[in-house]
């Protein structure tokens, strides 16, 4: 029997693979798609429910995905089981993970919001316990590799003729001290935010979403990702009493917070270049108007005094104009 498609017909070579997976039959739902060339869709059938990605080859690689979601699982974390998988083709099916999301529920019961975010830090606790996975180092040259987009898009869009040596020089002198500090490393999601965070199986049981990028390192910076949400605002308030949890429950030294400022400025640095070139190469301007929060949290983190180094050259390259959010995306970027 056919696949039945309601719109967005999939590749030729997903029915066989359906079928050999047992889903022969199944409607076919397309989900709204996430800032990258990957696409979703769940399946229905009688039985119950799946969710169907598609990754294809050489522009996607599922690889990495089933590598982490594998590990996660196996390691006690809840991760979406593997139900079949064809990397070669690009093809993988999952667990259902519903459609709560750890945003949109949030956004429906706001007085759950310090239990869920309190729930989301005890499963990076449980994360960063574990030895770290089998995935590569979190090294100084990529930190400076996604430092680099903030200038390579967001400065280039606004016209900036800004000192690109000076750049990397203050974020070596900015990110040094933590490098020896992330080493054994603990597991690194990289994108464990709000709306990657699902909570079908109720506030304690959260599941992950968008791991595939996994590598070794500094355990701030997922608790960077998770209270410094680019898509959700997190009050001040709430995000400092989370950080003192974590610390807290993980018994994390003293150097930690500082630390987290260190990772929250060249996430946050990174996020604007990563919106910026997904409006001018991607075609995707709706990321632009998540730019104001991650501004205003950059600066946050900028007041920060290990990031003394970066600061100046934000005062010396970035017109004060330019840093009011109020101003930022008012016709400011160039054609």
């Known amino acids: 029997m056919d696949v039945t498609l309601t719109e ?27 800032a990258s060339a ?18 294809p080859p050489p522009g996607e690689d599922p690889e990495p995905f089933l590598r982490a979601a594998r590990w996660l699982d196996a390691n006690g974390m809840r991760a979406p089981q593997i139900m079949a998988a064809d990397a070669g083709q690009g093809f993988v099916l999952l667990q259902d993970f519903g459609e709560v999301r750890m ?39 990529e930190y400076q590799r996604e430092a680099r987009l903030f200038v390579d898009w967001y400065c280039r869009a606004q ?9 990397t020089r203050a974020w070596e002198e900015a990110l040094g001290p933590l490098l020896a500090r992330q080493r054994p490393g603990v597991t690194v999601l990289r994108d ?14 959260q599941g992950l979403l ?18 410094q949400d680019a898509r959700r605002d997190v009050d001040e308030s709430l995000e400092r009493t989370m950080l003192e949890y974590y610390i807290a429950a993980s018994r994390a ?47 946050r983190d900028l007041a920060h ?10 005062d010396a390259n970035v017109p004060a104009a330019l840093r009011d959010p109020a101003a930022r995306l008012g016709g400011t970027f160039a054609a």
């Open 8 to 34: 967005s017909p999939l590749p030729e070579a997903a029915h066989p693979f359906l079928a050999a997976a047992g889903w022969a039959g199944a409607a076919i739902e397309p989900i709204p798609g996430d």
């Open 38 to 55: 990957r696409r979703y869709f769940r399946l229905r059938k009688a039985t119950g429910t799946a969710m169907l990605m598609h990754a």
């Open 103 to 141: 945003r949109e529920y949030l956004d429906a019961w706001p007085q759950d919001e310090r239990a869920v975010y309190t729930h989301a830090i005890d499963a990076l606790v449980q994360l960063h316990q574990l030895p770290p996975g089998p995935f590569t180092q979190y090294s100084l040259a």
């Open 159 to 167: 016209g900036l003729a800004v000192d690109v040596p000076g750049w």
């Open 192 to 205: 464990y935010h709000a709306e990657n965070i699902m909570l079908d199986g109720g506030l304690e049981k």
């Open 210 to 227: 968008d791991f595939q990028d996994a590598l070794v390192g500094h355990a701030a910076y997922d608790l960077v990702s998770l209270l």
């Open 253 to 299: 030294d003293a150097s930690f917070a500082e630390d987290y400022a260190r990772l929250g400025a060249q996430r946050n640095a990174k996020i604007v270049g990563i919106f910026v070139r997904l409006w001018q190469r991607d075609g995707k301007p709706r990321y632009l108007d998540y730019i104001p929060r991650v501004w205003a949290l950059l600066e």
């Open 305 to 314: 005094p290990a990031l003394a180094p970066v600061a100046r050259w934000f």
